[in-house]
């Protein structure tokens, strides 16, 4: 019998118009800054992986389920704020790293196969956090993010929704100055 994996919290089509619309706000940054697209795609990769990692342990904070010291409830939508941090960086580097669309798909076919061996191994939140912060290799990291927040609850609209509302607040703080 043949275990068909299953599909992320987002479709490839979703990450994939995720990924044009970072594709702008990278643009707006750099632009705001004065930063050229040599040093955005290889003098500044390495900012934005540290960057990655930080958003992942931030996200991985609001879930709480590591806390065995604390009583302190996840907050849902700070939790999901952090998971879509995440996302922005993991989507920037993904652009970078993977311009033309047929390896990004191979990227998330990956992701797809990852995923189903965590879930045929009943992998626990500790394990999936573990590779949630594995900078060498991005399709397990897409994997564990998709799979922890699908046993949270949340859903493609929620990431959908809770994009749309931090890339405008990405948009405004550049306006901004910040």
Known sequence: MTHEPQPLIISQSTLEAICEKQVLLDHSICESRGITPDEFAYDLHSKRYVALLVEAGEMINETKTFKYWSNKRMDPTKLLEEAIDWLHFYCSLLMTDYPKKTPRAIEYDRAQFDRQTF????????????????????????????????????????????????????????AEGY
């Open 119 to 174: 879930v045929l191994q009943n992998e626990t939140f500790d394990y999936l956090y573990i590779n949630l912060l594995q900078a060498n290799d991005t399709s397990k990291m897409l994997a564990a993010w998709s799979l922890i927040l699908e046993r949270l609850g949340y859903t493609e609209e929620d990431i959908l929704n809770m994009y749309e509302r931090k890339n405008g607040r990405n948009y405004e703080r550049i």
